[in-house]
């Protein structure tokens, strides 16, 4: 009789801990499966990774993310797609860049088709002229959204746009006023 006991014990310790296992197992599983996306923007030899993850932050929804760069200078995007699901996964990559809620251009269109357990890259350049506008002048600043989709997914990236100020170093900060030696 005693060993019967002490075996229902242990069997009960087992089924414990083997359902503590299958909850993390579920919880690790479901956190790397699915499909995912990564926006790089390049401005002013300056690379952006933007994570999925960042894109659940509630004002970067609404909002979008900001990017500062000169007037002027182009920006180069690479969206990468990860597939870590068991199937082939396939839809449209458009970008467009807008002003006031009016599309000025549409930047990419494209048909992309990511193996499973792979990953897939697109890139574009937004060149100046994209923007409409050929001057900015002095001091000036201006936001355009590029507005980047994958399907039911839509990401925003904020572009703000300023023009340097002569005798001003880059984003129109004043340069440092060394201090006179006494």
Same mark, same amino acid.
């Given at each position: 009789?005693?060993?019967?006991? !002490?075996?229902?014990? &242990?069997?009960?310790?087992?089924?414990?801990?083997?359902?503590?296992?299958?909850?993390?197992?579920?919880?690790?599983?479901?956190?790397?499966? *699915?499909?995912?996306?990564? =926006?790089? +923007?390049?401005?002013?030899?300056?690379?952006? #990774?933007?994570?999925?993850?960042?894109?659940?932050? @509630?004002?970067?929804?609404?909002?979008?993310?900001? =990017? *500062?760069?000169?007037?002027?200078?182009?920006?180069?995007?690479?969206?990468?797609?990860? &597939?870590?699901?068991?199937?082939?996964?396939?839809?449209? +990559?458009?970008?467009?860049?807008? #002003?006031?809620?009016?599309?000025?251009?549409? /930047? /990419?269109?494209?048909?992309?088709?990511?193996? @499973?357990?792979?990953?897939?890259? +697109?890139?574009?350049?937004?060149?100046?002229?994209?923007? *409409?506008?050929?001057?900015?002048?002095?001091?000036?600043? !201006?936001?355009?959204?590029? #507005?980047?989709?994958?399907?039911?997914?839509? !990401?925003? =990236?904020? /572009?703000?746009?300023? !023009?340097?100020?002569?005798?001003?170093?880059?984003?129109? +900060?004043?340069?440092? =006023?060394?201090?006179?030696?006494?």
């Amino acid at each position: 009789m005693v060993m019967v006991i !002490r075996k229902t014990k &242990n069997l009960y310790l087992y089924l414990a801990l083997a359902c503590f296992v299958g909850i993390v197992a579920i919880f690790v599983a479901d956190g790397y499966f *699915g499909v995912y996306d990564i =926006v790089y +923007v390049t401005s002013q030899e300056h690379e952006q #990774r933007i994570e999925p993850d960042y894109w659940q932050q @509630p004002w970067v929804k609404e909002q979008g993310y900001g =990017v *500062g760069t000169s007037w002027g200078e182009p920006v180069y995007f690479k969206y990468r797609i990860e &597939n870590r699901t068991f199937s082939i996964h396939e839809d449209e +990559v458009e970008a467009s860049i807008w #002003r006031s809620g009016e599309k000025i251009k549409q /930047l /990419l269109d494209e048909s992309v088709s990511v193996a @499973p357990f792979k990953d897939a890259t +697109v890139e574009w350049k937004l060149q100046p002229e994209d923007l *409409g506008e050929t001057d900015l002048g002095l001091g000036g600043y !201006r936001e355009y959204t590029v #507005r980047i989709g994958f399907g039911d997914i839509e !990401r925003k =990236v904020i /572009l703000s746009y300023y !023009r340097e100020v002569p005798g001003y170093p880059e984003k129109g +900060v004043p340069q440092s =006023v060394p201090v006179p030696s006494r």
